[in-house]
């Protein structure tokens, strides 16, 4: 079946970190870029970062730029977020999300809860 | 505040028709054209529904159409049915390889 399963999420206090995974399965994972997508409680979702199926291409919304890190192992078919620096407006659910060149996802996880809170 | 404005909410009858608005800017739709939706029940994975304005993936029911005209979108769904009602949020492609997102509008088939 092909599908991504984010993992990672959690409650942490404001200033501390946190690691997101997302485990790609059922297509060649390395031959897709992908995104991480979050979206606060009753908001919109907000694009966060983007990285390219090589890692040769890495691009952040300005509002985590500094702060998170996106990688990836193709070996392990695996896409990471590492969160530093979190602050309560980073509260929302994570999505990963499988890029398309015409600049849309057509597979997305189910998504983590990160939880920044005292 | 999201970058692509949408309706809160639409809502219609079953066999009806509903269209939902993605207002954006000549700087996103109206310079790209490339325009995804997606539909989304709580708790489950966003759904593509539409790519690239007007295209729909496969398996996707051709009662969901896209278009565009300027800077907006619009997401149309013919003969609804119960299964329909969801969240519906555009996306927008906005240049310096970000995606833009809207706020979601809430489709309820009454």
């Known amino acids: 079946e092909v599908q991504l399963v984010e993992s990672g999420g959690g409650l942490v206090q404001p200033g501390g970190s946190l690691r997101l995974s997302c485990a790609g399965s059922?297509?060649?994972?390395?031959?897709?870029?992908m995104h991480w997508v979050r979206q606060a409680p009753g908001k919109g979702p907000e694009w966060v970062s983007y990285i390219s199926g090589s890692s040769s291409a890495i691009y952040y919304a300005e509002s985590v730029k500094g702060r998170f890190t996106i990688s990836r192992d193709n070996a392990e078919n695996s896409l990471y977020l590492q969160m530093n620096s979190l602050r309560a407006e980073d509260t929302a659910v994570y999505y990963c999300?499988?890029?398309?060149?015409?600049?849309?996802?057509?597979?997305w996880g189910q998504g983590t809860l990160v939880t920044v809170s005292p | 505040q999201s970058a692509l404005t949408q309706p809160a909410s639409v809502s219609g009858s079953p066999g009806q028709s509903i269209t939902i608005s993605c207002t954006g800017t000549n700087n996103d739709i109206g310079n790209y054209n490339l325009v995804s939706w997606y539909q989304h029940h709580p708790g489950k994975a966003p759904k593509l529904i539409v790519y690239?304005?007007?295209k729909r993936p496969s398996g996707i029911s051709n009662r969901f159409s896209g278009s565009t005209s300027a800077n907006t979108a619009s997401l149309t769904i013919s003969g609804l049915q119960a299964e329909d009602e969801a969240l519906y949020y555009c996306?927008?492609?906005?240049?310096?390889?970000?995606?833009?997102f809207g706020g979601g509008t809430k489709l309820t088939v009454l």
């Open positions: 996306c927008s492609y906005g240049g310096s390889s970000a995606l833009l």
């Open positions: 999300a499988r890029h398309r060149g015409g600049w849309y996802a057509d597979l």
């Open positions: 690239e304005s007007t």
């Open positions: 059922g297509f060649t994972f390395s031959d897709h870029s």
